[in-house]
């Protein structure tokens, strides 16, 4: 798989694993976003979006966007495939995350939640 590929099947492997555990949709219906992700060395990005519970993603950059995640498709993939925590690569300054705090935290734990 190449490196585009492979973020664009962790980004579907976690909306699909969202919307397969209904605690977590549950607890997501009222979490509304857009989240733009930019896969810095491949120039490419992709959406995600939250919406009533439910969670999609498409290739492309969004219209408008409430999040925006970028670092490598490597990183990126990692973090969507449950692979590491978002908090390591961005302590680390390889993952730059821009939107309101609230919803950096809401990614967080959704990421924890599903994944742990």
Request: charged share 20%; hydrophobic share 40%.
């Amino acid at each position: 798989m190449t490196p585009a590929e492979e973020l664009q099947d962790s980004l579907e492997s976690f909306a699909r694993s969202c919307n397969e555990n209904t605690s977590l949709m549950g607890m997501i219906k009222d979490w509304n976003r857009t989240m733009h992700i930019h896969a810095t060395d491949l120039g490419t990005d992709a959406t995600l979006v939250t919406r009533d519970g439910v969670v999609t993603s498409a290739s492309g950059a969004p219209a408008s966007a409430d999040l925006a995640l970028q670092s490598t498709a490597e990183i990126l993939a990692q973090i969507f495939y449950g692979e590491v925590s978002p908090n390591d690569p961005y302590n680390e300054g390889t993952l730059r995350i821009q939107g309101p705090e609230g919803d950096i935290v809401r990614l967080d734990f959704v990421i924890a939640m599903l994944w742990d």
